[in-house]
């Protein structure tokens, strides 16, 4: 947790009791504004045949490059006009109750802050152009705005049975992490991914790797780490078998998974849909973007 300086014990001074603050959009300054534009250009030259349909026609349709870190005043009547979606701004990470009680009532929560101009390529924390760029997008589509709405309502029950580090892997590897197949190919979808210029390219292109088909047991059970590339990515058939997969009561899987073995994030397990068996490679050059 040492690169993240966000985070609180308690909702800080000017935050509700819901951990919101006002987005004060005219305080950012134009250095703020031209970080964001900086990073949107750059994914922007990036993203065309690597992003899915469903992202890019989420830029679109909220218009994210008027110029500058976008005003929630303007996009939320966008967004809530297509999904019943709104983003509204927090300090920094909030705790779980508050995270699943806010997208359970589809209120997606954004990082007020922006990177620094010299983090563009590595932020760990999540700022307001991973938040808003990687996720906002995405939920423009109706199924994946179900299914955010849906993990949100599963992450309330998991958090009273003890299982939400399964939880948070469904989330890792699909919100964040995940790849889609399409009629032209692999393509980006998770946030994680379609917010850095270099897992863009890594996430598809490189050999190292693995792309394993979407199982949802198998994804519950598999580790994955927050400070690099991923080891394993999941490619689901579409957003709405994504949704499919998940809407449904994840009581038996949890007792299912009890007691399972965790899968290491560079394994291959028998009965994998392997798309691409990855030579881990750069994990073995030591990672952090190792040439």
């Not at 966000?6 to 909702?11: G, K």
């Not at 992003?51 to 490059?65: E, M, P, Q, R, T």
């Not at 998770?190 to 199982?215: C, H, K, Q, W």
Request: overall charge negative.
């Amino acid at each position: 947790m040492s690169d993240f300086e966000h985070v609180f014990a308690e909702p800080p001074p000017g935050a509700a009791a819901d951990w919101t603050i006002s987005q004060n959009w005219r305080a950012y300054t134009q250095v703020e504004h031209d970080t964001w534009d900086t990073l949107y250009a750059r994914q922007m030259k990036i993203l065309p045949g690597r992003a899915s349909d469903a992202f890019l026609n989420g830029l679109k349709a909220l218009d994210l490059n008027t110029g500058g870190i976008p005003d929630f005043a303007v996009i939320n009547p966008k967004l809530e006009a297509l999904t019943g979606w709104t983003v509204h701004c927090v300090p920094g990470l909030v705790p779980d109750d508050v995270f699943f009680d806010h997208l359970a009532n589809r209120r997606f929560v954004s990082g007020q802050f922006i990177r620094k101009p010299d983090q563009l390529d590595y932020l760990q924390e999540p700022d307001i152009f991973h938040d808003v760029f990687g996720h906002v997008p995405m939920l423009t589509d109706p199924d994946f705005a179900d299914y955010m709405q849906a993990y949100g309502i599963g992450g309330q029950r998991a958090a009273g049975l003890g299982v939400l580090d399964q939880l948070a892997r469904l989330y890792w590897y699909t919100v964040e992490f995940g790849l889609m197949e399409s009629d032209a190919g692999l393509r980006i979808y998770g946030a994680g991914i379609v917010s850095s210029a270099t897992e863009s390219v890594f996430a598809l292109e490189d050999a190292s790797p693995n792309r394993i088909g979407f199982d949802l047991e198998r994804v519950m059970r598999t580790l994955y780490r927050i400070d690099d590339f991923q080891q394993v990515y999941f490619v689901i058939p579409s957003i709405e078998a994504l949704k499919a997969a998940t809407l449904q009561d994840f009581a038996p899987i949890y007792d299912r998974l009890r007691g399972a073995p965790e899968i290491a994030v560079d394994a291959v397990m028998p009965g994998d849909r392997v798309l691409t068996r990855g030579s881990q490679s750069y994990a073995a050059r030591g990672g952090r973007f190792a040439a």
